[in-house]
Nanobody, 121 residues
């Protein structure tokens, strides 16, 4: 069973930076899209950024110009560099990947366990 292992969350002051990482736990056939979502208390989970296996990024308007998503296909890993953090960025950040585990299997969406990001004012 493939798992997505996240790291890099924590507490930072407004204006600071954090870098999140997410890696697939096992060797897999292919990943189509990897990305990050977040969920703040009392709110729905929302898209932060995604990146295709071809390297095309997509960002939520609220993070454009501050966050950068990148991927390492060889390591089945995705990163989220977060700069100029604001208190409203506080949330649990979840990694997501559209994974085809074996050549003969269907693509399936996988989620990480989540990592807390807290930005103090």
């Amino acid at each position: 069973q493939v798992q997505l292992v996240e790291s890099g969350g924590g507490l930072v002051q407004a204006g600071g930076s954090l870098r999140l990482s997410c890696a697939a736990s096992e060797s897999i056939f292919s990943i189509n899209v990897m990305g990050w979502y977040r969920q703040a208390p009392g709110k729905q989970r929302e898209l932060v950024a995604t990146i295709t296996s071809g390297g095309r990024p997509n960002y939520a308007d609220s993070v454009k110009g501050r966050f950068t998503i990148s991927g390492d296909n060889a390591k089945n890993t995705v990163y989220l560099q977060m700069n100029s953090l604001k208190p409203e960025d506080t949330a649990v950040y979840y990694c997501n990947a559209d994974i085809q585990e074996f050549r003969w299997s269907m693509r399936r969406s996988h989620w990480g366990q989540g990592t807390q990001v807290t930005v103090s004012s």
